[in-house]
């Protein structure tokens, strides 16, 4: 990410804490997660949720945090994303005007041939993927974001029976909420074990190419 956008800051949020007089690496924030929010809520989200409820849960937490800051946009990545490229797409989005930008699980329906994932997974675990996620530095942004929050306060389980998928089940209501929600449809975002059935990979001596196996590439 750092090398993809030189100048950039980026915050790492644990779930533990740091050991003392430890802020930083080099160009790298950690902050440990329980500054987000009052003691008693962190101890709330610690004895209401399981660790991947917990770590999902705090993300609209950790959007006010940086938010709360003088920048343009916040993006979130999970941990195990590597990016390989500058991330224009969404840069441009934001310069455009659009004030969320969202990546979905699949461009193209999955086959019918019996395996998983397949569209109904697709559609029990939510339609977009909040591994990643980017939101501008607006008012209308920021109102969804604690939307979110209040939410996953208590709502943010993993229980497909009750139509919860942690964070990521809620971001379905965005682009209805908002119409200024930015939807990457290029094939080079989001590759992925649930969306190989659309996409071809290739690596050259300029590094990875992705496209669509209709012949079309990013």
Same mark, same amino acid.
């Given at each position: ?7 950039? &800051?980026?915050? #790492? ?5 740091? +050991? ?12 440990? @997660? &329980?500054? *987000? ?12 949720? %399981? ?20 920048? %343009? #946009?916040?993006?979130?990545?999970? +941990? %195990?994303?590597? #990016?390989? &490229? ?5 840069? /441009? ?9 969202? *990546? ?11 395996? *998983? ?15 990643? @996620? ?34 990521? &089940? ?8 908002? @119409? ?5 449809? %290029? +094939? ?11 996409? *071809? ?14 012949? /079309?590439?990013?």
């Amino acid at each position: 990410m750092s090398a993809a956008h030189r100048g950039s &800051k980026l915050t #790492v949020f644990l779930l533990d804490d740091l +050991p003392a007089g430890v802020a930083g690496v080099g160009h790298i924030d950690i902050v440990p @997660a &329980k500054r *987000t929010m009052p003691l008693a809520d962190w101890h709330h989200y610690q004895c209401f949720y %399981d660790v991947l409820e917990l770590a999902t849960s705090i993300k609209p937490l950790c959007f006010e945090h940086l938010l709360a800051e003088e920048i %343009d #946009v916040a993006i979130y990545l999970d +941990p %195990d994303i590597v #990016v390989f &490229k500058a991330l224009e797409a969404v840069l /441009s989005a934001i310069r455009e005007g659009y004030e969320v930008v969202l *990546t979905p699980h699949i461009l193209t329906p999955l086959p019918a041939d019996g395996k *998983t994932p397949n569209d109904l997974s697709i559609m029990r675990a939510g339609i977009y993927n909040l591994g990643f @996620a980017a939101f501008a530095n607006t008012a209308q942004s920021r109102t969804i974001i604690a939307w979110w929050r209040r939410r996953l306060r208590t709502q943010g389980l993993a229980d497909i029976g009750a139509g919860l998928f942690t964070d990521q &089940k809620w971001i379905d209501f965005l682009p209805a909420f908002s @119409a200024a929600t930015f939807i990457i449809r %290029d +094939p080079g975002y989001n590759v992925a074990y649930w969306n190989l059935h659309e996409r *071809t990979l290739s690596r050259g001596e300029d590094g990875w190419r992705v496209g669509f196996v209709d012949g /079309s590439r990013s």
